[in-house]
């Protein structure tokens, strides 16, 4: 069976042979497909990338009908389960899990690049106090672009290596200010001696006490949710990633552009949203209504659904039992009751069934997040600091891969053609011209 497709223009009568590579047909290839000599040649319509591939990617497999997940080959639920944060995010930067020698060497690197520049910290005290965590985030992320100006430098791999280091290292040090910042209280200087997630709620919650000591299955807990959220090959936050990089900007900036788009309700933002709607479902006894009022268009069950999963997201099944060790720790979060029972009614209603509408990672890790201890405000932040490795490993691929250019995709005009130009005191206002939209 060859592995090309046939394609037969109707308009001239003219039949293409066009490769089939990895089940995907190149698109540059649709424009040998002329209506007339001289012609553009066709192009692909594909508005949110709903069927386009943007790159070639070796980081993460999803297959979103049977719910799996995979870094580098490693199924999710078993790096969740044997491997820290930071042993994943070597796997995921450098394709391989590491040796103890040679994680222990990564742990030392990224423990030193944890401290931010003094006047990075002034920076972040410049900030309202009522200044959402999320937005004093990205702007401190892109800040750090002015700290590390060797950073434009990016086709330079020890440069690149140097930055990767300093984004991971730092990331959690910024979201802990940003906490800090929010509740008035001093930042907290990293504590070498303690492992990345440790460190993270030592920054976090220390208050006068020499030494902070983390609660270990709360540390563990946290890093499990790291694992889980380190990368999720080609979302909206990575595609900005990969588009704002191509344009060969340093990876601060790049790395807070896609923060940004993290930032988005229908993205990281959803976390939130879902706390919100529980807040407002109430109890578990209105859960009915409310799924009936989603049912009727009223909005969307938040933490529900997916552009790629048609099945249970894996993430989401190992965050459940991740709350039941927390929960162990903090006490039952009460939002759980109303949590449990909503997936239960949607899993069980045609609605959802129909269009294979499931739990996704946002929908459990937000009530683990609140029995921790953090604001709603802080979710996409906590997202933001795993998924920093997932956006430079997909960067670092990006750069090095000899097909990738500038990202720019290509529009289908629905415009005015050319008109006349219409001197100022000849011009129509907008109410005329609303009013009579022929004029
Ligand atoms: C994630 C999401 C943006 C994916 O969107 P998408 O791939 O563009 O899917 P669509 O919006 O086309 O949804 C397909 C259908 O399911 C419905 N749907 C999707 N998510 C829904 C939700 N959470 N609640 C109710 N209905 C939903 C849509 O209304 C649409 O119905 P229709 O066919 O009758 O018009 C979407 O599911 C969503 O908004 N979920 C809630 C936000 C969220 O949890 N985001 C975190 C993602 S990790």
Request: aromatic fraction near 10%; hydrophobic fraction near 40%; glycine fraction near 6%.
């Amino acid at each position: 069976m060859p592995d090309t497709l046939t394609i037969i223009d109707n308009r001239t009568d003219l039949r293409y042979e066009l490769p089939i590579h990895q089940g995907t047909i190149r698109t540059m290839d649709l424009r040998k497909i002329q209506a007339f000599p001289g012609d553009f040649g066709l192009m692909g319509y594909d508005p949110a990338f709903m069927n386009t591939a943007s790159c070639q990617s070796a980081v993460t497999f999803i297959d979103g009908d049977k719910g799996i997940l995979r870094y580098r080959g490693y199924g999710i639920e078993q790096l969740a389960e044997k491997c820290s944060f930071l042993e994943v995010a070597y796997l995921l930067l450098f394709g391989e899990l590491p040796t103890a020698s040679e994680l222990q060497a990564w742990v030392s690197t990224i423990t030193h690049h944890t401290m931010l520049h003094e006047t990075t910290k002034k920076f972040l005290e410049g900030f309202r106090y009522d200044a959402h965590p999320m937005g004093m985030f990205i702007s401190t992320v892109a800040a750090l672009s002015t700290v590390y100006p060797d950073a434009r430098d990016v086709h330079d791999p020890a440069v690149r290596q140097l930055q990767i280091c300093r984004l991971i290292g730092k990331v959690p040090t910024i979201a802990a200010y940003t906490y800090r910042h929010s509740l008035g209280y001093p930042y907290v200087y990293p504590d070498n001696e303690l492992t990345y997630p440790a460190n993270f709620l030592n920054m976090l919650w220390k208050m006068v006490e020499p030494k902070y000591q983390a609660n270990p299955t709360l540390a563990r807990a946290l890093d499990i949710l790291l694992i889980l959220h380190a990368d999720h090959e080609q979302n909206c936050s990575t595609n900005v990633m990969r588009s704002v990089g191509s344009s060969q900007a340093d990876p601060f900036v790049s790395v807070a552009a896609a923060a940004a788009a993290l930032s988005g309700p229908l993205h990281g933002g959803a976390n939130e949203e879902v706390l919100r709607m529980l807040d407002e479902i109430g109890s578990k006894e209105r859960v009915w209504a409310y799924i009936q009022q989603v049912k009727a268009g009223h909005g969307k069950l938040m933490g529900f659904g997916h552009r790629v999963y048609k099945n249970y997201d894996p993430r989401a099944r190992v965050i459940k039992w991740t709350a039941d060790q927390v929960f162990q720790v903090t006490g039952r979060n009460p939002k759980l009751e109303i949590a449990i029972e909503l997936e239960r009614i949607a899993l069980d209603d045609e609605y959802f069934v129909k269009r294979k509408l499931y739990p996704n990672v946002d929908f459990y890790s937000g009530i683990i997040y609140q029995a921790m201890g953090f604001q709603p405000e802080m979710f996409t932040v906590l997202f933001a600091i795993p998924r920093t490795v997932g956006w430079l490993a997909q960067w670092q691929e990006m750069i090095q891969d000899p097909e990738q250019k500038i990202a720019r995709p290509r529009q289908v005009f629905v415009g005015k053609e050319s008109r006349q130009f219409v001197p100022i005191e000849q011009r129509g206002s907008q109410a005329a011209r609303a009013a009579s939209p022929n004029v």
